[in-house]
């Protein structure tokens, strides 16, 4: 499993190291690096390492994003917000539904459900983009309190791989498991600071 996400993870390794590599680079220069990236093709399956790195990058935009949901959630179970996702609203196209798309509305009413400013919500968005990544969760009520970033996503129909970065205030032990075709794989990689990696092949 992981020689083949090597192969297709290759080029997007290579576009973050040439353009990113000082932990002083400005979020406007970081989201036009990640814009390139989707521009060359990345959505290929990344390999742990690379998933690791994105952290490793820019340690402080996770830690920024941490703050931000950590705030938000309030008193709610869950809280998520990306780039696609407000609360249990989703983007269907220029609108946002939170019923598969058989309601349509505005971005400012997904806002006001969870009760974000529009530029709130901006300062999300630069930081997802900043360190490539899609939506950051918060769900302080289950099993103490945890936050998952979610950097990578590919094939998940009929089988594919996901990759987070989170953060718990236990985090759980280093861990590599994988099935004897190779098709099933799990890795737990510690990062530091209750930071870790948990990617999944199926």
């Keep these: 499993m992981l020689a083949r996400l090597k192969k297709g993870g290759a080029?997007?390794?290579?576009?973050?190291?040439?353009?990113?590599?000082?932990?002083?680079?400005?979020?406007?220069?970081?989201?036009?690096?990640?814009?390139?990236?989707?521009?060359?093709?990345?959505?290929?399956?990344?390999?742990?390492?690379?998933?690791?790195?994105?952290?490793?990058?820019?340690?402080?935009?996770?830690?920024?994003?941490?703050?931000?949901?950590?705030e938000d959630v309030g008193t709610r179970e869950c809280l998520e917000v990306g780039l696609d996702v407000i609360g249990k609203y989703r983007k269907q196209g220029n609108s946002w539904s939170r019923d598969s798309g058989r309601t349509k509305e505005s971005i400012a009413e997904a806002l006001a459900a969870v009760a974000l400013n529009s530029e709130r919500y901006d300062t999300y968005r630069k930081l997802l983009y900043s360190s490539q990544t899609e939506r950051v969760l918060s769900c302080p009520?289950?099993?103490?309190?945890?936050?998952?970033?979610?950097?990578?996503r590919s094939g998940l129909v009929s089988g594919g791989c996901m990759s987070d970065i989170r953060w718990r205030s236990?985090?759980?032990?280093?861990?590599?498991?994988?099935?004897?075709d190779g098709y099933r794989y799990r890795e737990i990689r510690i990062l530091g600071k209750g930071w870790f990696v948990e990617f999944t092949c199926t």
Excluded at 170 to 176: E, G, K, N, Q
């Design 170 to 180: 236990s985090p759980p032990a280093a861990l590599v498991q994988s099935d004897s």
């Design 141 to 152: 009520s289950q099993g103490g309190r945890q936050v998952s970033v979610l950097t990578h």
């Design 11 to 70: 080029l997007c390794s290579r576009l973050i190291r040439g353009v990113m590599c000082d932990n002083t680079a400005r979020l406007k220069v970081a989201a036009m690096a990640s814009a390139f990236m989707v521009l060359a093709g990345c959505g290929q399956p990344l390999t742990p390492d690379e998933v690791a790195f994105k952290y490793y990058r820019t340690p402080w935009v996770f830690e920024e994003l941490k703050r931000m949901i950590d």
